[in-house]
């Protein structure tokens, strides 16, 4: 018998929404429970890895996990060109230039706008198109505060409820891009394991559909 | 002294320096060096036997002759470096268009058939997680032959070439430049064949079924199998094809019968690179997540360096298929 089908799980926040569709059926995942990141589905022949969002397009690419669950803007800051046959309609957001509410002007004059955020790539591009130059920030999270903190005059990130946003002092200046959450799939695992990928993907679409 | 000398390499390198190896890089010693050696041995020694000379190509080129052969993805993976003279040069990033450029000029109008092979080490920087940025690539081409023949004989050769270096399983998987849309085209065409296509080759279901839907009712069902991507060697999909079919069906006929060997026609699959002009293959091992190897139809590569003649020809990365840096 072959080794159970591998899918790269993002534990950030789709993982809930995520659970909930995987719990239904036909599949019936349970829950994830305790700390182990590699998950068995006994009966199932599947195999879930807990990972943080951004490292699911690097196991699905190298070949680690035959599929996996990713944001949009995940697969473009990673430049992830995988092929994704689904797309969930939950989990969508909408990637934002955020600035401080008291700012009258976003960009400041006689110099580069500092950019906090956690997607380098996205963010220079956006700057590249708007031929503006922009000093930008990384970092790993919480990247509402930089602008409070002065580390930074503005912020890209996900806009979800703008809860967040508006907790910190921010709003929102342009929306750069729409995310919704794909699932991705190895080109190896298609020419390794064809039939059961589409199996899997056909069951998935239906609990989608459903 | 010898503190003095400590210092120094700390103070101008930083300690960490000395053992960090750059994102992709990989050293091989002692037996894991002979085992590599041992495989590349026997990738020669076959080429060889089946007529095919060496050539050898310079690690770091003038940039300009190769941007025209580059995708954007492709040129943003190359490492490149200003000479003494203001010249850009580019290290070694792919041995195809090398070799063209340098075996172009030096080949005599409407000569004969040239086997030709090659092997060392490329550079493709630009990857997030740094995978695969050095690895040892060895492959062979055939120029002068616009055939079918020469299309399966380089397969057959690479196959051959992994067997050789010790792989155990082929997943290969055939297709040509321009099939998916030779094969939507009597459906579809314009702008929803162009986004028909797109969706095809990203593999997104609903999409494709939407779009399908648009052209015609009982489209989803051809497009699907595309997407589906293993179509037999009898589909009436594959009539569709022109001078390409001859090159695809003899192709899976030739290795469906080889131990170890799966083959699927699949069209969504992309060119393993931009400068493929027509019929294209990828192999995948057992394990990992990208080709081992790859190879396919350039015919008009030869003719941008002055020596214009059909040509096909297969690479494959050592490190896929014996281990190391995937």
């Known amino acids: 018998m072959s080794a159970p089908l591998t899918v790269a799980f993002p534990k950030g926040r789709i993982a809930a929404p995520l659970a909930r569709l995987l719990a239904g059926k036909p599949l019936e995942i349970p829950p994830f429970s305790g700390r182990g990141l590699v998950v068995d589905v006994s009966g199932k022949r599947l195999r879930f890895l807990v990972l943080k969002d951004f490292d699911v397009p690097t196991y699905v690419r190298r070949g680690a996990a035959e599929l996996g669950i990713a944001g949009s803007d995940v697969l473009a800051e990673t430049e992830c060109d995988l092929p994704r046959p689904l797309e969930f309609p939950f989990g969508r957001c909408r990637f934002s230039l955020l600035a401080p509410a008291s700012l009258e002007n976003p960009f400041p004059e006689g110099r580069a706008v500092r950019v906090a955020t956690k997607y380098v790539r996205l963010t220079r591009d956006y700057f590249d198109r708007r031929g503006m130059a922009a000093d930008i920030v990384p970092l790993a999270g919480s990247v509402e505060i930089a602008p409070q903190m002065k580390l930074a005059d503005l912020v890209t990130d996900l806009v979800d409820t703008g809860e967040t946003m508006r907790a910190n002092g921010l709003v929102e200046v342009e929306k750069i891009r729409d995310v919704s959450p794909h699932l991705i799939v190895s080109r190896a695992a298609l020419a390794r394991r064809r039939r059961e990928v589409f199996g899997l993907l056909e069951i998935l679409e239906g609990m989608i559909a459903s | ?326």
């Open chain 2, 1 to 326: 002294m010898k503190r003095r000398r400590a210092e120094g390499v700390e103070s101008r390198r930083g300690p960490a320096l000395i053992h960090r190896l750059p994102a992709g890089a990989a050293a091989y010693v002692f037996e894991e060096a002979a085992r590599r050696r041992r495989a590349e041995d026997r990738i020669v020694q076959g080429l060889r036997a089946a007529g095919y000379r060496e050539a050898i190509v310079p690690s770091a080129d003038y940039l300009a002759p190769y941007l025209t052969h580059l995708s954007a993805r492709e040129e943003r993976e190359l490492y490149r470096f200003v000479d003494r003279h203001g010249d850009t040069l580019a290290l070694r990033a792919d041995f195809t268009i090398a070799l063209a450029r340098h075996l172009a000029p030096r080949l005599a109008p409407g000569s004969s058939l040239e086997r030709v092979f090659y092997r060392g080490e490329v550079l493709r920087g630009g990857s997030r997680d740094g995978a695969g940025a050095e690895f040892y690539q060895i492959g062979a081409e055939l120029l002068g032959d616009p055939s079918a023949a020469a299309d399966v004989e380089v397969v057959e050769r690479c196959l051959e070439a992994l067997e050789a270096a010790g792989a155990r399983g082929a997943h290969v998987v055939l297709s040509a430049v321009g099939a998916l849309e030779e094969m939507l085209a009597p459906d579809a065409s314009g702008e929803p064949a162009r986004r028909l296509a797109d969706a095809i080759r990203e593999r997104r279901l609903s999409d494709t079924d939407r779009i399908a839907r648009e052209v015609s009712a009982g489209f989803g069902q051809r497009v699907r199998r595309l997407l589906e991507g293993d179509l037999p060697p009898g589909d009436p999909l594959l009539d569709r094809l022109g001078a390409g079919r001859e090159s695809l069906v003899r192709a899976a006929g030739a290795l469906s019968g080889r131990r170890g060997c799966r083959v699927a026609l699949d069209v969504a699959e992309p060119p393993p690179r931009s400068y493929y002009t027509g019929f294209f293959f990828s192999v995948y091992g057992e394990s990992g997540g990208e080709p081992v190897a790859g190879g396919g139809r350039y015919d008009d590569l030869y003719g941008a360096f002055g020596g214009p003649r059909p040509a096909v020809g297969f690479a494959l990365g050592l490190e896929g298929v014996v281990g190391g840096s995937a």
